[in-house]
């Protein structure tokens, strides 16, 4: 969509985070790194105060929805994904534990709620930004800096990762099936030595 440039002084109206020209009613489109001087009310942004679950409320929640659910990280860790448009990584911290859940088919899926919050980039005009989850957290900031000029839905398992490089090794995919292949080579272990207890009966 291609919009017509002007350079004077006009009459705006902020709604809905934008800004519309009072004149004819259309909404303002910026160019970035482009400098406007404004004059009127104006606030700043609030950072939400977090309240997390406690960790045997929040246990017990994720039970009674599937007991087929783990504990894949703690609250307090670290978690990075990019946003491409700007090839920028955004530091985030978990306020809650993250569970998954592994179905039959090897497949996995995040418990949908976890609280967490971006704490860095280097991205200019970094701001702090709250999610109820970590999809919630990338489409609000994907909102904030990419505006309308991207879809803001991202995979979470391929697009989150444990470590600051950002490569696949490190995606929570990956975490996943460490879970998974960890949990299944303890099953093998447990049969093993029920089957060496029960050999070794036989013999007395």
Known sequence: MKY???????????????LYNIDDG??????????????????????ETLKPKDIDVLKREVEREDTNYRELFKRGTK???ILMKHLKIFEIELFEELYVRFDQKNKYSIYPNCL??????????FEVISGRSLLELYRKTSVLYNGMKTSHTTYVLKNFYTDRSCRESYSLRMACEK????????????????????LNKLKI
């Open 116 to 125: 967490c919050q971006t704490i860095y980039s280097d991205i200019p005009f």
């Open 79 to 81: 978690l990075y994904f």
């Open 26 to 47: 259309k909404r303002i489109v910026f160019d970035d790194n482009s400098s406007w001087e404004l004059k009127g009310e104006y606030g700043q942004p609030k950072e």
């Open 179 to 198: 879970i998974y292949r960890d949990e299944r080579i303890e099953k093998v272990r447990a049969s093993l030595k029920e089957k060496l207890e029960e």
């Open 4 to 18: 017509s440039k002007t350079e004077e002084i006009i009459n705006c109206k902020a709604m809905y985070g934008h």
